[in-house]
């Protein structure tokens, strides 16, 4: 079992940066991978970077590859996704993500431990 909580959500304008935390509590000992995904309203829910705590390995949806940066801190439990040259279309809530087995890290459903989420507002 393992327990998220997202944190670092806000309201910023275009251009802007802001960097969301995930802080894991319960199995953090296995490696697995976490994952930030996304849903902006009326939309399904979408990935945006997962990264492998074992080996550090990272992964990006295409449209916040440069601009978005997924990072942890193994001793804080804590993984941050830095996003940086905020646009409108990047409004939504953001969640954070955990599993031991994941064949497709920017997939939801292939997750079974979710956060609450943070929102991100970006405005023009």
């Known amino acids: 079992q393992v327990q998220l909580v997202e944190s670092g959500g806000g309201s910023v304008q275009a251009g802007g940066s802001l960097r969301l935390s995930c802080a894991a509590s319960?199995?953090?000992?296995?490696?697995?991978?976490m994952g930030w995904f996304r849903q902006p309203p009326g939309k399904e829910r979408e990935g945006v970077a997962a990264?492998?705590?074992?080996?550090?390995?990272?992964y990006y949806a295409d449209s916040v590859k440069g601009r978005f940066t997924i990072s942890q801190d193994n001793a804080k439990n804590t993984v941050y996704l830095q996003m940086n040259s905020l646009k409108p279309e990047d409004t939504a809530m953001y969640y954070c993500a955990a599993d031991s087995w994941v064949g497709y890290p920017l997939r939801p459903d292939e997750y079974n431990y979710w956060g609450q989420g943070t929102q991100v507002t970006v405005s023009s």
């Open positions: 990264i492998y705590t074992g080996g550090g390995s990272t």
């Open positions: 319960g199995d953090t000992y296995s490696d697995k991978l």
